[in-house]
């Protein structure tokens, strides 16, 4: 499960372009002066960039069309059911990316872990992982089980021109999470029990989710996507010192399998207003992040965000979505305060505090995107 190009204390350097592929999107030209990627790099360009978390597919009829009879991970195995998917939102709504249709137990499948996500539930797993033993059987991700989302994400850069993709993962500490509890989780106490009774059997599994956690983000970086995510949904449940402690590390590990590629890297997580400035140096102390930009969820204003994790970083965020099912005048007034509080960043991605409901108003979307994009480069607003 070793990898030579990472060891827990490696730092996730900045890399030249150079490692991507001649014909990649941001090498050859075609998404490097995207407002999104100019925005990731520390720019602010003249309109703000907004994508949503879960905007391709939930929330659309035509995503609900096209599903019909194909079940949630064979649609993400589909090379051209996920890029259409993927498509669908960037059509309708006019954001500024794609995100890749897929789910962040994609990998932990491919690798042969048997895993579906029951509609109404999530991701349930035939046997948890709960033992050394189950650890040590855990079976290496094959490269060549990657092709179906090289050629979906082929499929959709084609398509997209000069939009660009964001490719993403689940966070190392998440996979694990599901892997032990053996499906979705209110507190993940099997989990935060099994990091501290045997803290060498936890590193092991969470070393290997990070590998093919990370195998599948460089899959989709190398296919195409200019901008790259590390999800964790339950970083949350977990104290400051265990972040630090037995998680962090880890994450570096997932983020360095595209640390050559040079692409920018979005650190997200859920109920992380605590680790939040970990989040963004990955527990390292010494100056300068060691992500591009951050993603901050509905609970913590923009501002103190930036307040905890410095100007050097860009924000991503966080209308809360439970705001989509309000009034419009009070949603309205609730994303210009969005976009007021992230001024105080040197750039601000504007995007959900989560993913969208399903029962959202996709009109409701596509009139939020034509208020950011009507507020300007975001500074004053």
């Given at each position: 499960?070793?990898?030579s ?11 030249p ?8 999107p ?25 994508w ?8 659309l ?20 059911m ?26 932990i ?49 084609a ?12 966070a ?37 989710a ?5 195998q ?22 977990l ?12 994450s ?94 040197r ?17 409701v ?17």
């Amino acid at each position: 499960m070793s990898d030579s190009r990472c060891c827990d204390n490696q730092r996730v350097t900045d890399a030249p372009t150079t490692a991507l592929p001649s014909t990649h999107p941001l090498a050859d030209g075609r998404t490097a002066g995207s407002a999104l990627v100019r925005a990731l790099r520390g720019d602010r360009p003249e309109t703000l960039p907004v994508w949503f978390m879960r905007q391709a597919g939930r929330s659309l009829p035509e995503y609900r069309d096209l599903r019909v009879g194909t079940a949630m991970l064979d649609a993400c195995l589909d090379p051209a059911m996920s890029s259409e998917i993927t498509l669908q939102p960037v059509r309708r709504h006019g954001v500024d990316a794609g995100i890749f249709f897929s789910d962040i137990v994609v990998p932990i499948k491919l690798a042969g872990v048997d895993v579906e996500i029951v509609p109404g539930r999530g991701p349930v797993l035939g046997s948890p992982v709960r033992t050394a033993a189950d650890v040590d059987a855990l079976p290496e991700l094959d490269p060549t089980a990657l092709a179906p989302i090289h050629e979906g994400v082929a499929r959709t850069v084609a398509e997209l021109g000069s939009t660009p993709l964001i490719g993403f993962a689940g966070a190392p500490f998440t996979l694990a999470a599901y892997l032990v509890e053996g499906g979705p989780s209110k507190d993940h106490i099997r989990a935060r029990t099994l990091m501290h009774a045997e803290p060498e059997t936890w590193s092991r599994l969470l070393s290997w989710a990070a590998d093919v956690s990370g195998q599948f983000l460089r899959a989709q970086v190398v296919a195409g996507a200019s901008a790259a995510q590390l999800f964790d949904s339950w970083v949350g449940s977990l104290s400051r010192r265990d972040y630090l402690d037995h998680v962090a590390p880890h994450s570096v590990r997932a983020l360095s399998h595209v640390a050559d590629l040079g692409v920018p890297r979005i650190h997200f997580g859920v109920g992380s207003g605590e680790v939040l400035a970990d989040m963004t140096t990955l527990g390292d102390q010494a100056p300068g992040p060691r992500v591009e930009a951050v993603g901050v969820d509905w609970r913590l204003p923009l501002d103190t965000a930036v307040e905890r994790v410095g100007h050097d970083v860009t924000v991503q965020g966080n209308i809360d979505p439970a705001m989509l099912a309000a009034p419009w005048g009070v949603l309205e007034q609730h994303v210009r305060d969005v976009v007021r509080r992230g001024g105080a960043a040197r750039a601000h991605v504007v995007n959900l505090g989560h993913g969208v409901p399903p029962e959202t108003d996709p009109d409701v979307l596509t009139r939020v995107v034509q208020l950011v994009h009507s507020l300007g480069s975001g500074a004053a607003a």
